[in-house]
Each structure stands twice: as structure tokens, then as C-alpha cells.
């Protein structure tokens, strides 16, 4: 069993952390709010070890956080007898090697997307964690909004009627500053792909949990600033703004668009959908947003106003149209933070249903986590995508097994 039952009847849970930038102290946070929010599971946490290559940061999380230590080497935490679950909160170049080796050290993970910076780094976290047994849960945040749930619900329960097509974008300014800096997020050493993988992939995640699996995609990618100022490695991030600065080379997309089709044994029973994603783009901060049509009604949400969405069901009668619904306790986990509708939740709420999940799957309870299988599942897309995009064609997706994104599908082939 993980963690220990204490004599008040609690089961407590030791927590790592490696990497204490904001991330980090979220997941912090997340850990903390779980025995208060979901007093019912009977779950505590303990702050034991933390790690961050920046000695200043092992600091602060020992000093301001609350860690009972603070390493400089993520290997510390992974080898400490009294962690019980590790969070990876380090850049994405860094998600493989520190996913296999919490695996291999048999500590469960709740690891930030991607989880690799291709479906081959994404596979081999995969294989490391399916060999070791070892539960996992990926920062797919988003999903755990009150009013996507609602929504879920709604297209799974045939609400909607046969879903006929989507659309679904991230469309998100925060590199529409020409002179942004050069930062890892624009190497594909560092970083991988772009909007493709950084934007695109929480819009996959979205739409594969809410509708149904992805079986076929073509897209494009587009690189509108092709240079920035170069920024030296761990000075500063890309929200820096460098006049006059030497430049570099842009290496991966700024822009991604695809087209997709669904699986026919899935609620999404056979839909096709458009998909966006853009970091550069001027107007939206943080939109995360998605529009789903279906022969009885259609529904749609976007983050920028995370606590509403937007419903039409009928294709007659006086009160055609949408109609906006607040947050409610009908919704999701929504009763959990609110008494009353129409009380707003934020972002950081999400990362408490997140961990809520993730330590609920540890000690043996439901599974409604996004796990390593599901993160693959999604990694595969986005290849697809990346694949399409260099040779024009539809590129046939991958399937994943127990990648079911809690939607029923029949028995799938092992992945290569």
C-alpha cells in the first residue's frame, strides 16, 4: 500500500516535488487543499522533499513552501524512503529521463504535459511506468473544469444526439511579442514542437476526454516570427522583451491547425472536427475554448470563461437558441468549492480536483485521472499532426491500449 494509516484513520502520503518554479508551488498547493476540500477520502499529505537544480529554489521550498528538505538533484527525492509520490514539474526536455527514473524507482507520478517532447519520449515514460506498476497522472488541467464535465456528461448521455462535428482552439498571445526572447520553448532540442505540442495538445487531451478518440488527422504548421533576441539559458523566460538584442532561429511552429476525425465506437460516434492553436496570436490570453454539434443540440465553453457555458437543445420551439448556464452543483466537482451557483472556481482549483484524482487513484480508489496511457494516446496525435504536416496526407493515429479516456471502445492492439 502507498503511504501509511494513521491512528485518526487518515491515509498519509509523503510528497517530492521536482522543480519549484509556478507549476510547482501549484502542485504544492494542490497537495495541501486535498484534506480540505475532499475531507470525505480521508487523504493527508506531508511536504517532504523537494528538488530544484537552482539552490535558491530548494531553498524556498524548504523556507516558504514547507518541504522538510530541499535538494539541488531531483535523484535525492526519488531515492528518499519517505516520499510516497513524486510531482515533475521541470521543463519538458527533462519529462523523459526524470519520468522513467521515478518509474524505475517505483514512486507513483503526477508528471506536467507533455510528457515528452514526442510520442517516442511520451512511449518510453509509458513502458517505464507499465513495467514498474506504478500509477501516473498527467497535468491535464482543463479537463476538470465543472462546465466541461457537464458537458461530457451531456454528449455521453446522447443529450446532444449524434455528435455531428467540433471545433476547438487555443488560441493564446503569450509569444505575439515579436521581441519576446529566445527562450527553450522555441528550441526543438528543448522543446520539441510548438504551439503543436505546448497548445495544441491540451486541445486534443480536451476533445479526446469530452468526445471521443482521435483516429485520423491532417494538419499544417506556420512559424510567424521566424527570429527572437537570444536569451542565455535559465535567465529569464519568454515573456522577457529584449530591444535590439542578437537574434536566432525560431525552430518550431508558432501556429498549428489540423483537421480530425473521431472513432465510431465512442460518444464522438464518427465526428470530424477542426482544431487551432496559435502562441502568437493578439487578442486572447487564455483561449482554451470548444464548440460541439449534434443533431439534437449543440454546446459550447471557453476558458477565458471557465465558470459558464453555453447550451441549445431543440431543433423547434420558441427557446431555440443558446442558453448560458452558470456553475453549479450539478457540475463536475463544482459543490466541492462553492455552495451556491454561480460562484466562481480558478485555475488553481483545477490542480486540487487534479491532485484529488491522482492520490484518490494512488490508494486504490476510482481511476478518473488522466494517466500515462491517455497522455500517449494524445502524443500520438500530435505526431500524426507533425507527420501530416511535412507530407500533406492524412496519417492514420496510433491506438493506444487503456487509453479509453473513461469512454468504452473495444480491445485495442499493443502499441509498437
Not at 515533475?88 to 527533462?94: G, K, R, V
Not at 494524445?378 to 493515429?397: C, F, K, P, T
Amino acid at each position: 500500500m502507498v503511504g501509511h494509516v494513521t491512528a485518526d484513520g487518515y491515509t498519509e502520503l509523503g510528497i517530492g516535488l521536482i522543480s519549484v518554479g509556478w507549476m510547482g508551488k501549484l502542485h504544492t498547493k494542490a497537495y495541501q487543499a486535498v484534506s480540505t476540500v475532499y475531507p470525505e477520502l480521508k487523504i493527508r499529505t506531508r511536504l517532504v522533499h523537494a528538488a530544484d537544480n537552482a539552490p535558491d529554489r530548494a531553498d524556498y521550498a524548504r523556507e516558504v513552501l514547507g518541504y522538510a528538505k530541499g535538494s539541488t538533484d531531483y535523484r535525492a527525492v526519488l531515492a528518499d524512503p519517505d516520499v510516497d509520490v513524486v510531482s515533475i514539474c521541470a521543463p519538458n526536455l527533462l519529462h523523459r529521463e526524470i519520468g522513467i527514473a521515478a518509474a524505475e524507482a517505483g514512486k507513483p507520478f503526477w508528471i506536467e504535459k507533455p510528457v515528452g517532447r514526442d510520442s517516442d519520449d511520451t512511449g518510453a515514460v509509458a513502458d517505464a511506468a507499465r513495467a514498474a506498476g506504478v500509477v501516473t497522472s498527467i497535468g491535464y488541467n482543463y479537463r476538470h473544469v465543472p462546465a466541461v464535465e457537464r458537458i461530457r456528461d451531456l454528449i455521453a448521455n446522447g443529450d446532444l444526439g449524434r455528435i455531428t462535428n467540433v471545433r476547438a482552439v487555443f488560441f493564446n498571445g503569450y509569444a505575439s511579442e515579436p521581441n519576446g526572447a529566445l527562450s527553450w520553448r522555441f528550441k526543438k532540442d528543448l522543446a520539441g514542437s510548438g504551439a503543436l505540442g505546448d497548445l495544441l495538445s491540451h486541445v486534443v487531451d480536451l476533445v479526446q476526454y469530452v468526445v471521443g478518440p482521435i483516429t485520423d488527422v491532417t494538419a499544417l504548421l506556420s512559424t510567424i516570427h521566424q527570429q527572437r533576441p537570444i536569451l542565455p539559458m535559465g535567465s529569464g523566460t519568454h515573456f522577457v522583451v529584449i530591444e535590439e538584442g542578437e537574434l536566432g532561429d525560431v525552430e518550431n511552429d508558432d501556429y498549428a491547425g489540423a483537421l480530425v476525425r473521431f472513432a465510431a465506437d465512442s460518444p464522438g460516434a464518427g465526428a470530424v472536427g477542426t482544431l487551432e492553436a496559435s502562441r502568437v496570436i493578439v487578442g486572447p490570453q487564455c483561449g482554451l475554448g470548444f464548440e460541439i454539434y449534434g443533431t439534437e443540440g449543440s454546446a459550447s465553453w471557453n476558458f477565458e470563461r471557465m465558470n459558464e457555458l453555453q447550451l441549445a437543445i431543440g431543433r423547434t420551439g420558441p427557446n431555440q437558441g443558446y442558453t448560458t448556464i452558470l456553475g453549479n452543483q450539478s457540475q463536475g466537482d463544482y459543490a466541492h468549492f462553492q455552495p451556491g451557483p454561480g460562484n466562481a472556481l480558478g485555475y488553481d482549483d483545477l490542480k486540487i480536483v487534479e491532485a484529488k484524482k491522482f492520490l484518490v487513484a494512488v490508494t486504490g480508489g476510482e481511476q478518473h485521472n488522466s494517466t500515462i496511457e491517455e497522455a500517449l494516446a494524445d502524443a500520438e496525435v500530435i505526431s500524426a499532426a507533425a507527420a501530416s504536416a511535412l507530407d500533406g496526407q492524412w496519417h492514420r493515429v496510433p491506438e493506444v491500449p487503456g487509453a479509453t479516456f473513461g469512454h468504452p471502445r473495444a480491445a485495442v492492439p499493443a502499441h509498437a
